[in-house]
């Protein structure tokens, strides 16, 4: 049970921010489908400095202040590159989908042509010396002390970033919903003509939900790179960044429900990857490999899911309504 | 050397015409008089080409920034001097003539088949996805999901082509057979999305990235090495080792070569690119002759005066995402039953890399048919350029990826370059603004866009009659 937990964790932690930098922006009003490239480009740059801080000196001991460099270098390389999204489609009122598919296609190229200039070869790893992860010890559990679930899940074996990312992922989801910005950023995305008129600066609101969403995307990159990529870029996110996409509109651009949505779609992940390892009561027996089902299926479930919850709730979904549009002073 | 010279005359001769181009113009425009220049420019195909120009060169000129910054580097421990910039920069422009390197080291040009052919082979499937992309965006819709069509179209096109032994049937009538299975494969799947789309009216782009891995999952558990239901179509001799997919020459089945691969020796080519190119050539007449191609175009215009002009706008969409899976199948079919080509699909983490460039390619050709023949020839020239340039200096062939997605991000903005080529937007306003002069520009816009609509309701209604 508390390796399917562990496991679900590592895929949806970077899936339920990813899906939050999603609504971000397309509360703001700009459909971002670059999710995927800004992932792609903030797990390198995380990787990237924390080689550099690395061979700058900081060893082991220092492994959770590097982990901190990197999830800043992460978020810093996602705003940037969220920067030409938001310029394309605030500033030049180019086609938002079209501008989101071009940064899916520059990010990997970008990435690699750097990693191979950088490595020579086709990935780029932090340093093997480091180990990120705490154990018990970290803790101070000792080491023969049998573990109950509660430890097994948050004291052994866990990697910090994981729990700063649903620390962020809250203040956040506060800030969209309960303060004075928030309100004014859902404003831009539903009616920003209305906004307009009581003196909201709708571009600046733009800006600001795309750059927070370069930069929570690019954090989600980094904490992949480091869970299930084992602290390696290679600039390829499997798809993560899709799948975020698909579970931001499963959980209606709404910060609770997603969380929910990402439960299930990393459930339905860590099933696919390591079904024939689950042990759910701790009987030794491994209930899922026994069903028989071929893997393929649990690796289909979360698309094929999406695509029915969308058939079912196309009528009342509540997307963004002016989402994709380009905004126009002019327009009423 | 040569060469460079050349290039340099003829990128004078440009200059030099469109400077005149634009004195004469001008001249004309204070004497009230029109040229055929001004005819010429005003047309909107003109302006349409020339910002896939402009999106073009920038993307060149933002791609060669990158190779000048990484001049002095040290990449793969190889370091990169001043030497290889210069190459890598003639290669992005002339790769595809490269012709090796003579005695004293620097690059030579002439008329390389190889390449050439490796280039028209590489842009087949290219206009196809490009097509596919390109004529779905006709209809309003955007065809993310060629990937997750080639695929498909893909496993049809070699399960019917290995499966059917060639001693029973003639191979050229099971190449005929795969291609059309391919086909219909793409289209049934891409259907999906537009059937979504018609009648629940959810976007495509959301249900072409979900269709796109349900694919590539589908397609490598259809390959899958013990549980996989075609695995008796997987390779196991020595160094492949049930990693790949017979090649369709296993079973005698290969697309004609017809006398192209003496014009272009040594290289990958055949009939292929002949057939898509008549494909293009349909399809230019489909959607720009025919009342059935009309009815897409004005359910992509706009669908409300579409439905109202009774035209069956569900109808229309489904089909038009129909026909675009179709090409996208077709475009894997041409690839994979060439006879030589090895399909391997373990990763069910990644799409064909084909099926996403269809984007570029259908943006840069503005999505008219015939302009894509040659936006496809253009970006498999930049990936023959990608590998000259891994081959020749101490780059890698990423620049030729990083450059094709600047001309996309670029392209994006063709709307922009059309209004500035025409006028509605200035490029230098005045530093000082006036009151009224913002107001002004909105009022232009504003009236271009009523009149476009008002435009296309009239040509519903021309189309009903």
Redesign the interface.
Known sequence: MAYFIQQTLVFMVPLMIVALAGTFSERSGVIN?ALEGIMIFGAFMGVLFIRIFSDAGLTQAQAQLLLVVGILASMLGGVLFSL?LAL?AIN????Q???G??????A???V??MI??I??SNTINTPSSLDFMLYRGDFGIPEGKDLNLFEQIFMNKIYLSNWYAIIIYIILSIILYFTKFGLRLRSCGEYPQAADSVGINVKKMRYAGVLISGGLAGFGGFLFALAAAGGASTA?V??MG??A??VM?FGNWNPLTIAGAAFVFGACKCVASGYSYIDFNGDGIYALANLGI?K?IY??IP??A??LI??FT?KNSHAPKAEGQPF????R | MTFIVLFSILLAIVIAFATYAIISTKKAKSSGNTTWLMKFYAKESTKTIISSLIAILLGLFVGCL?LVM?VG?D???RHVSGFDLVDALQLVFFGIFNTGRNAGGSLIYGWNGVSIGNMLFRATPLILTGLSVGIAYKTGL?N?GASGQYLIGTAAALIVALSIPSTVVNPIIIWILAFFAAIIAGALWAS?AGL?KAF???NE???C??????AA??V??LF?KT?GPFNFLLDPSGDKNYKFVYKTAHNGVETLKLGLDSIFPNSQINFGIVIAIIIAILMFIIINKTTFGYSLKACGSNKHAAQYAGINSKFYITISMAIAGGLSGAAAALYYLSGNTEFTWST????PQVG?NG??VA?LGSCNPIGIIFSASFMAYLDISGLQIRNMTMY?E??S??I???I??F???A??FKQILSGKIKLFKKKKITVDDP?KI??V??NTEVKEEIDTKEEVKEGEE
């Open positions: 489908l030409l394309s030049l009122k180019a086609d989908t079209i501008g598919t071009a940064l899916n296609l520059l990997p190229a970008l690699m042509f191979i200039a490595t020579g390829d499997a798809g899709f799948l996409l698909a509109i071929s393929y690796m289909m698309y094929v999406t695509l969308l058939a196309s126009d002073h002019g327009q | 990158f990484f580097s990449m793969n421990g955007f993310i999906i979504f629940l009216n959810v782009v959301i249900t990235i979900m269709t796109n891995w349900i999952i589908l490598t558990s899958d549980t069910y983490q990644s799409l996403f984007i570029p943006l890698n990423y620049i990826s990083i094709s997605a600047l996309v991000y392209s994006a903005f709307l922009i107001p909105e009022v816009m504003n």
